[in-house]
């Protein structure tokens, strides 16, 4: 088979839950570009959720 249809029976036998991250980084809405781009390079982390009010504002990429 090819990788296509490895990857379709992979994505079909996984649920979100086994593959979602659990314990969440997130950073403020105030926090400045270089502070957000610093916690992406530190933890290694390809997006991170941005947070203001106790609420989910967005989601910053690295390759934003």
Do not use: C, H, W
């Not at 379709?8 to 086994?18: G, K, N």
């Not at 980084?25 to 991170?48: D, G």
Request: aromatic residues 4%.
């Amino acid at each position: 088979p090819g990788k296509r249809d490895v990857d379709t029976a992979v994505f079909a036998m996984l649920s979100i839950e086994q593959v979602m991250e659990k314990y969440l980084v997130s950073v403020s809405s105030t926090q400045t570009i270089k502070e957000v781009a610093e916690e992406l390079a530190k933890n290694e982390f390809r997006a991170l959720s941005v947070v203001g009010n106790k609420k989910l504002v967005g989601i910053d990429a690295a390759s934003d």
